[in-house]
């Protein structure tokens, strides 16, 4: 993320709001290249024990720490994560690091909650019709401090709400489409105590994620489906994942 360092946001410790937000690869050409030329800023060290791999994972484990930074875990807080995708899966773990007493994840795909699990989910469900009976049955009925969507999908996003308990904290994690909707009853807001919470990528947080990865606190291989060469990106990118993909990796000298 290139942040200005000098607006209003940035000055107020912000910079994932900053006025002159980019990205290389996304707002600036540059990435998906065999050399990119980056702020010397925006640059941190890879530790002679690491593999450019797990390296690769800083980026989107840094949005999960800011997530985890503005969701406060409290001692003994059961946390519900709807989505094991790579970033439920890193949250997952992130949570399982944490003072988290009961960490369930669900999803629709058995081999992402295989790997939710692996993360340390200490239970996962597939979603299906009686999935809030069986998440009832799970809290014996009291609910979840903290629930977090990691997918983005309105349906998802509106349901999860009655899966939350008395001073849950309410998180929108997955990244839904400016135009997508969704309805909330404001008494349930007030009358719970909850918390809205959103979480906007990075902020301030990259050190803290290479931290993490170099001191081995997190495993990511599992959540490598395929390393991939550049002349493999236009097909990659042309076409829709598989249902059970979860992070491919572009080797840019990759023979």
């Not at 540059?30 to 941190?44: D, F, Q, S």
């Not at 909650?113 to 019709?129: H, I, N, S, Y």
């Not at 719970?192 to 919470?197: A, S, T």
Request: with cysteine; hydrophobic share 45%.
């Amino acid at each position: 993320m290139a942040n200005c360092g000098r607006c209003y946001h940035c000055l107020r410790r912000q910079a994932n709001h900053c006025d002159y937000w980019g990205a290389i690869g996304d707002t600036v050409d540059g990435a998906l290249a065999e050399y990119v030329l980056a702020p010397a800023r925006n640059l941190y060290r890879v530790e002679d024990h690491e593999t450019l791999e797990e390296a690769a994972f800083t980026e989107p484990l840094a949005c999960v720490v800011w997530g985890i930074e503005r969701l406060r875990v409290r001692p003994s807080d059961r946390v519900l994560i709807f989505g094991a995708g790579p970033i439920g899966a890193l949250l997952t773990r992130m949570l399982h690091l944490s003072s988290a007493a009961d960490i369930v994840v669900v999803d629709v795909m058995r081999e992402k909650l295989r790997v939710a699990r692996e993360m340390g989910a200490r239970a996962t469900f597939v979603a299906t019709d009686d999935l809030t009976a069986q998440l009832e049955e799970r809290t014996q009925g009291r609910k979840f401090d903290i629930v977090l969507d990691c997918t983005g999908v309105p349906t998802v996003i509106e349901g999860m709400f009655r899966h939350a308990g008395s001073n849950a904290r309410i998180m929108f994690f997955g990244v839904a489409s400016p135009q997508a909707e969704i309805r909330i009853k404001p008494f349930d807001v007030y009358h719970h105590d909850w918390e809205i919470l959103g979480s906007m990528a990075i902020n301030y947080t990259f050190q803290q994620a290479r931290d993490l990865l170099a001191a081995g606190r997190l495993t990511v291989k599992p959540l490598i489906s395929r390393i991939a060469g550049l002349d493999e990106v236009a097909g990659i990118l042309g076409r829709a994942k598989t249902p059970t993909e979860l992070k491919t990796l572009i080797a840019p000298n990759a023979a």
